[in-house]
């Protein structure tokens, strides 16, 4: 049974659909993240399932039972703020306490559960300190605290690292994993940030405009997007839009401005004539000098540009631009203006029909 | 130039309140005289003595006075206050607007209004004796709680405008923070709302106690010749008894007895700041 379920939950904000007739099942102990766009719905939905906002249609279901009417403060749920909203006139162990003491555990056990917390997230001796007196990624660690000391079944965290500086957001990525690993508590977690999403969730579920487009495992939803929204939103892609036809025996993908139609492995759900593009990641994108067999684009270096351990090089390819990422040392060997042929493995491209 | 904008807002304090201050000192310090003004300067504590020895009844009974005036704004107008602020941008405008309004009024015409409100045949009583809840009218008026009902009126905007403020600027994601962790509404008014606005309850509470102390309008038309305030008693040192340094004397009285509160919630507010 999945700890959380959501039923064909719908919100709008006056004309504005926030969330559209979304369904989502979260299993216990998934570090399950929501990645879209700023205003794709996520946060409102992470907001319904803590009960600060009702959805308008649509239940929402937290280990078997319906929550869609409980009020916030008395739902199974915890939430890391993304503003962290610790309370100003309380100290770090006033702050974890806080939860605690609402539920009315006895003092010495919440002394005790506090100094847990505070292992947990490497803040021992930080008991006294007041919220001011800590720096970003000490409140990050408060907060974090304050929220699982209640063992919530589900643990929501809003852009959990959208105010932390970037090499700090490495680690506290990590850190989060780790973390999450050790108390087993499930994380929903919110993000605009791909890389995030991708890096900390075992699952990912990618929305926009207040529907679920994708779910799947990182690597699914990097190598094998669903749609040209997913490819795009998620990391870069070289998008070829083409139109289908239908070939000797197979069906093929004419792309103006490659001679050849692409022969397509899978079988697509649309007629010939229909559009579809091909999407193909940059570090997937081959360059040679000479014409190499198969499928193949002649294109002109426009730009190189090094970023250490790899380099990003533009490429003018008829009317497009391709991106491709290369390793270091093998974009040395190319200089601006020189001409390549641009290639990638069949298996390497994804055909996208949404 | 640093100079100057430091220096001008102790140029304007040394000017309008530390002189007036020390020339109200000195006559408190000055020997009563058939001149103009009536009084002839010197250093005495003579004043003091005399105000020492007759009754003092009139500083508890200000002090008392003012402080149950300030409990009862700080109980009416912090609900007031906390409505106001969690209510959306328009009607929330509108709704300061009202506890404006009175001030476009003079304070005299409103406090003579409830005159008509508490005398016999005023409105409070009419509606009793219609209700048929007594059968007589109630002497409302010229007593403390007329007194009362008058500082309550006319300070309680001083209350819920600091309140207000404070209260307006609160972040929304504390309370639903507190909610999160399962404090249910009264609890989060205990535990988050109360604490974080004290500066605002420290700020309303002087500027309701400070002027309801030495309040002389409205115990003097409300209060009838029963009530005992130090504005009654520095009004008639000054006016009926021409006694300049003896008036002074009262007023210094009672500057030293505000200033104490003021220094504590100076030193707490700037603890909590």
Same mark, same amino acid.
């Given at each position: ?113 506090? &100094? ?28 974090? &605290? ?15 690292? &959208? ?192 | ?14 000017? $309008? $309140? ?64 906390? #409505? ?60 403390? $709680? ?43 008014? #205990? ?10 309850? #420290? ?71």
């Amino acid at each position: 049974m999945p700890i959380l379920e959501i039923r064909e939950a719908t919100r709008s904000f006056g004309t504005t659909l926030a969330v559209a007739d979304l369904s989502l099942g979260v299993e216990a102990g998934e570090f399950f993240a929501l990645l879209g766009p700023s205003g794709c719905g996520k946060t409102t939905l992470l907001r319904m399932i803590a009960g600060f906002e009702r959805p308008d249609r649509g239940r929402i279901v937290i280990d078997g039972d319906d929550v869609t009417d409980t009020p916030p403060y008395a739902r199974p749920v915890n939430m890391m703020f993304q503003s962290y909203a610790l309370f100003p006139h309380l100290d770090v162990a006033g702050n974890i306490a806080f939860g605690l003491r609402q539920e009315g555990m006895p003092r010495a056990r919440r002394t005790e559960r506090v &100094a847990e917390m505070l292992a947990l997230v490497q803040m021992q001796g930080f008991e006294r300190r007041r919220p001011h007196e800590l720096s970003g990624g000490q409140r990050q660690r408060v907060a974090l &605290a304050r929220a699982l000391a209640k063992m919530p079944k589900l643990l929501l965290l809003d852009e959990p690292l &959208a105010a932390l500086d970037r090499k700090l957001r490495e680690e506290t990525r990590l850190e989060l994993t780790g973390i999450q690993e050790r108390v087993g508590t499930t994380f929903l977690v919110v993000t605009h940030d791909q890389e995030e999403a991708l890096g900390m969730a075992s699952r990912v579920a990618v929305m926009n405009r207040g529907a679920l487009v994708q779910i799947g495992r990182p690597a699914e939803i990097y190598e094998r997007p669903n749609s040209r929204f997913v490819a795009d939103f998620v990391g870069a892609v070289n998008m070829f839009e083409g139109e289908i036809v239908a070939g000797f025996n197979e069906i093929e993908l004419k792309i103006p401005g490659i001679e050849r139609p692409v022969p397509l492995d899978e079988p697509v759900d649309l007629p010939a004539g229909e559009g579809a593009a091909l999407a193909v990641r940059p570090e997937k994108l081959r360059l040679s000098e000479t014409r190499p067999a198969g499928i193949a684009l002649p294109a002109t270096v426009v730009s190189i540009g090094y970023q250490g351990g790899q380099s990003i090089v533009h490429l003018a390819a008829g009317g497009r631009t391709l991106r491709a990422h290369l390793p270091s040392e093998a974009a040395r060997e190319l200089i601006r203006g020189v001409a390549v042929w641009a290639s990638w493995e069949p298996e390497d491209a994804v055909v996208l029909t949404r | 130039m640093r100079r100057v904008l430091i220096g001008l807002p102790f140029a304007w304090l040394a000017v $309008f $309140f530390l002189l007036p201050l020390a020339i109200v000192a000195e006559i408190s310090l000055s020997r009563g005289a058939d001149a103009i003004p009536p009084y002839k300067l010197g250093a005495t504590l003579d004043n003091f003595r005399t105000l020492a020895g007759g009754c003092l009844c009139a500083y508890p009974e200000s002090l008392g006075t003012a402080a149950l005036a300030t409990v009862l704004c700080l109980l009416l107008g912090y609900p007031v206050a906390l #409505a106001i602020a969690r209510t959306r941008a328009p009607t929330r405008h509108l709704l300061l607007f009202f506890v404006l309004l009175p001030f476009w009024t003079s304070l005299l015409i409103r406090v003579y209004a409830w005159f008509a409100i508490l005398q016999p045949t005023g409105l409070v009583n009419r509606f009793l004796l219609w209700l048929g809840v007594i059968d007589a009218p109630l002497q409302l008026l010229n007593n403390f $709680f007329a007194v009362e009902v008058g500082l309550v009126y006319s300070y309680l905007p001083f209350m819920i405008l600091p309140l207000y403020g404070v209260l307006s600027q609160l972040d929304e994601s504390l309370l639903e923070a507190a909610a999160d962790l399962g404090a249910r509404p009264l609890r989060v008014l #205990a535990t988050v709302i109360l604490p974080l606005s004290l500066p605002g309850i #420290a700020a309303g509470s002087l500027l309701v106690f400070i002027p309801a102390v030495g309040e002389f309008v409205i115990p003097d038309l409300l209060g009838g010749p029963t009530t005992l305030m130090v504005g009654k008693v520095l009004w008639q040192e000054f006016f009926d008894n021409v006694d300049w340094p003896e008036a002074a004397a009262v007023a210094m009285v009672l500057v030293a007895l505000l200033t104490a509160p003021l220094l504590i919630a100076q030193r707490y507010l700037e603890r909590n700041a």
